[in-house]
């Protein structure tokens, strides 16, 4: 399960994981109805270290498709491309509600969209220097050291969400006592990861709650300008 994390996280995310309830611990361990499998729920741990961390953003669980689901919090693995060749986002993109709204506060960012975030809007941007792959993507997160994590880290079905964020807790928050001396912020996506501000050691951290990207809300949200907008996170 802990198999290839950065070497800087291999003893916190062991001693998180020996935080959680037994049963559900060998849950994890033994069922293969779940998504991401053992093997890639932890993949957030894997590329970026510790030291280069300034923000851990909580998103709400996996997408629920197995496809999809990659171990990073909105990093969809169905999607190829960002944009399409005739201009306009991809149809990956379209279809994926909260990735698709990241896109158009990544556009606003950049001065390209204003207040009519329509496809005809989008369609007449000039993309060509920008990146186009959600791999480019997660690299530009990981760039300005925002770890990719989700506050329920699998996904078995939509009805099971709450569960599976409340059985977690306890990996986040022995998680959080381990780094509590880091500069780290905390990014809150949505009602199911502002809970994550309950835990004893979110305390000792700078939570900044924003809005789930699923909702219209997020793209104008005073709290995601002022985080993401200097992150220039579609430049190439």
């Not at 070497?7 to 033994?30: A, G, M, T």
């Not at 197995?66 to 693995?77: C, H, M, P, T, V």
């Not at 204003?114 to 690299?139: G, P």
Request: hydrophobic share 35%; net charge positive.
């Amino acid at each position: 399960m802990t198999t290839n994390l950065d070497p800087s996280w291999k003893e916190i995310i062991n001693k998180s994981l020996s935080s959680l309830d037994r049963d559900y611990f060998d849950f994890l361990q033994n069922n293969k109805n779940y998504f991401p499998d053992k093997n890639n729920f932890l993949n957030a741990f894997k590329t970026l270290p510790l030291d280069k961390t300034k923000y851990i953003l909580f998103g709400q669980d996996p997408y629920p498709r197995y496809e999809s689901a990659s171990g990073y919090a909105f990093i969809d693995n169905k999607v190829k491309t960002l944009f399409a060749s005739e201009g306009g986002f991809s149809k990956e993109v379209n279809k994926a509600t909260s990735l698709r709204n990241m896109m158009k506060m990544f556009l606003l960012c950049e001065g390209k969209l204003k207040d009519n975030f329509s496809k005809d809007a989008i369609k007449k941007i000039e993309t060509k220097d920008y990146i186009n792959s959600i791999e480019e993507l997660k690299q530009n997160f990981e760039k300005n050291g925002v770890l990719l994590l989700n506050t329920a880290l699998i996904f078995t079905k939509k009805e099971d969400t709450k569960y599976h964020a409340k059985m977690w807790k306890p990996f986040i928050n022995t998680l959080l006592s381990q780094i509590k001396e880091k500069e780290i912020k905390l990014i809150l996506f949505g009602n199911i990861s502002k809970e994550i501000q309950k835990l004893s050691n979110a305390k000792y951290f700078t939570s900044i709650l924003m809005p789930h990207p699923y909702n219209i809300s997020f793209i104008m949200d005073k709290n995601v300008l002022e985080v993401f907008c200097s992150m220039k996170l579609l430049q190439a």
